[in-house]
């Protein structure tokens, strides 16, 4: 029988029981497989893009600026694929880039786990590559056009002046 909501011989809710509420799992100690980064990434994400365009320059460019001898630095290539995925992200700071390989997927797959500091990410663009990025740069573009991925038909420069705030009469 159901009774009106105002009677008085309806029983409470709060006598009712109520059903355990269930959750998800969650045991944050506990190994979580598959510890295979590259399964949590989509087939046709930019970061395979950017891992297969730079794959294909050869090894000889980036052994080009080490001489060999001492401590065995990060491997050339890998700091460049996170470098020119970052630059993908809008990521231009070596600081935040170091973050991002601490904290985001992408980052964590292209790097295998490794994290370089902010003074290596600077370091490999200022020093190491400065030579070799716009041939870096460029091989890959012509990958990307290869692949079809780019497509140089409608280039646009902007040479916009915009007035500085130091002074009134420098244009920069």
Do not use: C
């Amino acid at each position: 029988m159901v009774w009106p909501l105002n009677d008085p011989r309806r029983e409470p809710l709060e006598s009712r029981p109520r059903p355990r509420p269930m959750f998800q799992s969650y045991a944050p100690d506990q190994l979580v497989l598959p510890m295979d980064l590259q399964e949590l990434i989509p087939s046709r994400h930019v970061v395979r893009v950017v891992n297969s365009a730079i794959d294909g320059i050869p090894e000889a460019t980036f052994e080009a600026p080490y001489v060999g001898g001492g401590r065995p630095p990060y491997h050339p290539k890998m700091l460049t694929k996170v470098i020119v995925y970052a630059y993908t992200q809008r990521l231009y700071s070596s600081r935040q880039i170091a973050k991002a390989l601490r904290e985001q997927v992408p980052f964590m797959w292209l790097a295998a786990r490794q994290t370089p500091d902010f003074r290596t990410i600077n370091r490999l663009r200022g020093e190491r590559l400065k030579t070799l990025i716009d041939r870096i740069f460029s091989e890959v573009l012509q990958q990307l056009i290869a692949a079809g991925y780019a497509k140089l038909e409608n280039y646009f420069g902007d040479g916009t002046k915009i007035e500085a705030n130091a002074n009134r009469y420098t244009f920069v």
